[in-house]
């Protein structure tokens, strides 16, 4: 079974949600906010911000959440504490949300300025503080040797759940990678195939492993058939995160890891679109260098651009962009400047590499 290493600090997704965050930061400082004003956000697709100030009676910003599968009862009550001081939980909650806070703005401003800061980042983290607590209390069970064997399906994606399977000395998560026909799957599996068969760095020597099984190999534990949240499409393989008693031995990296394995399919998704954006940056770059080698080396075939007296070749004119697609190209410079033998495109790349 091909493995590979996550190195957890070099998260592509932050935890906080950058614009909530933005605009708790507006409210704080007061600056261009005259009036009520709200903003609506969506996060990975699937969840939804509600955000809004207003100075009527008090001060205050509100937060609303809500995400495509239902939230527990212990989730809201672990909200409520996590909060406890800077923002209430609000009965009932806006129309179309799971949930409401409401967040008392003269509060946050008496904090300290590094402790403002910290309670306003983990605000906006609360994707993950609600979906996050089941995660966090395997972690921490595996981290207090009180981990019992179960299997659980944790909802972070809509149609693609995570798998948890539980032991007493480690923690293993797993989904499954589905292709559905489009242009991106030769990449996606390419990417995946990559990232199997890469070394691990010096610096992720400690970090959890994550495994790829092939569709043809047995995955690390049996899914259930009849799950409701099955995902569709061709199945590609599976990918899975081992979490050992040292990967949890502070709060800290079982904070990082409950958001690593919450967002781990989307993680693996904005790395592929990332990888998609290097390889055309990279293809757009060797066109460059393609197009300059051909302009270098073309043979003018029209006799009267050289000069009688046999002296050089006088300059061109510098290669201009182009929008026609390369092989169009390739067919126009065919035409104006055949190549009619290799010594002949030899000696006219020797003369311009002289004038240049």
């Known amino acids: 079974m091909p493995k590979w290493i996550l190195s957890m600090s070099r998260a592509i997704l ?10 708790l930061q507006r409210c704080m400082s007061s600056q261009n906010m005259t009036g009520p004003s709200q903003a609506f956000v969506h996060e990975f697709g699937d969840c939804r911000y509600s955000v809004s100030y207003s100075n009527e009676a008090s001060e205050t910003a509100t937060i609303s959440f809500c995400h495509p599968y239902a ?15 800077v923002a209430d939980i609000i009965e009932p909650a806006e129309e179309q949300f799971q949930i409401s806070l409401k967040v008392d703005l003269a509060c946050l401003r008496a904090l300290p ?23 966090r209390q395997w972690l921490q069970a595996l981290a207090d040797s009180s981990l019992q064997e179960e299997m659980q399906a944790v909802l972070s994606m809509p149609g693609a759940p995570l798998w948890v399977h539980t032991q007493a000395d480690r923690l293993v998560a797993m989904f499954s990678v589905h292709m559905h026909g489009s242009p991106d799957d030769p990449l996606m599996s390419a990417f ?14 400690m970090a959890p492993q994550l495994d790829f099984t092939h569709p043809g190999e047995t995955p ?15 199945l590609a393989g599976y990918v899975s995160m081992t979490v050992l008693p040292q990967h949890v031995s502070n709060p800290e990296k079982i904070e990082k890891l409950a958001w690593a394995l919450l967002t781990l399919q989307a993680q693996l998704q904005a790395s592929i679109k990332q990888f998609k954006a290097s390889l055309h940056a990279h293809m757009r770059s ?34 201009q962009p182009s ?9 126009e410079k065919a035409r104006v400047a055949p190549v009619r033998d290799m010594r002949s495109m030899l000696n006219r790349h020797k ?6």
């Open 14 to 23: 932050p935890t906080s949600n950058r614009a909530v965050l933005c605009f």
């Open 71 to 85: 939230i527990s009862t212990a989730a809201r009550q672990y909200a409520a504490e996590s909060y406890a001081g």
């Open 113 to 135: 300025e590094a402790q403002a800061e910290a309670a306003l980042g983990k605000l906006a983290s609360l994707r993950s503080v609600m979906l996050g607590l089941p995660l």
């Open 192 to 205: 995946i195939q990559e990232l199997a068969t890469a070394q691990p760095g010096h610096d992720a020597s």
């Open 220 to 234: 690390p534990f049996a899914v259930p058939l009849e799950s409701g949240a099955q995902p569709s499409g061709t």
């Open 286 to 319: 060797s066109l460059d260098d393609l197009l300059l080698t051909l302009e270098k080396a073309r043979v003018d075939t029209v006799q009267s651009d050289r000069p009688a007296d046999g002296s050089q070749a006088r300059a061109r004119r510098p290669l």
């Open 323 to 331: 929008k026609q697609p390369l092989l169009e190209q390739l067919r």
């Open 351 to 356: 003369e311009n590499r002289v004038m240049n």
